[in-house]
């Protein structure tokens, strides 16, 4: 019996630690396709005021390693001012520029994830920075959610 208080303990503090870090990834899923949900998360990203850098097929080297997608891309994008000015003045802030969206289809959906950038919180002390990542997160929060809506 104290065997399996010991385990369920062990369990539940497993799962609370795991629910407190379900943040560190945002996701959505898409009831559309992967083409339309391409397209919308194309236009999220310029009606949330962001430019599109470029959309990186990552599809091809999955495959060659036995994975079944055809339709994986990961989509980069940024305000390219505030880009540059950031990594002037922050270059080691650099590997996580510009922002970026996962994007794959899963049979009739579409799946999109972003890591979330608050938790670049804990690398920066500077409280600038605190508050540009927080409103990173609200608008791929905003992006992500448009691109849910897409039927």
Do not use: C
Not at 93 to 109: H, M, N, S, T
Not at 110 to 127: M, Q
């Amino acid at each position: 019996m104290k065997r399996l208080r010991h385990v369920l303990l062990v369990l539940l503090v497993f799962v609370a630690v795991a629910s407190a870090h379900g943040e560190d990834l945002l996701m959505v899923r898409s009831p559309a396709q992967f083409e339309e949900s391409m397209a919308s998360l194309q236009q999220a990203i310029g009606a949330q005021g962001y430019t599109l850098s470029r959309v990186q097929r990552v599809d091809i080297g999955l495959s060659e390693s036995g994975f079944k997608t055809d339709k994986y891309r990961v989509v980069f994008f940024g305000k390219p001012a505030e880009i540059r000015a950031l990594s002037a003045r922050y270059p080691d802030l650099i590997p996580y520029l510009p922002l970026q969206v996962a994007i794959f289809a899963e049979g009739d959906e579409t799946v999109l994830i972003a890591a979330n950038p608050v938790h670049l919180r804990a690398a920066y002390a500077d409280s600038e920075l605190g508050g540009v990542f927080a409103r990173w997160e609200q608008d791929l929060r905003a992006i992500l959610e448009r691109v849910r809506e897409t039927e």
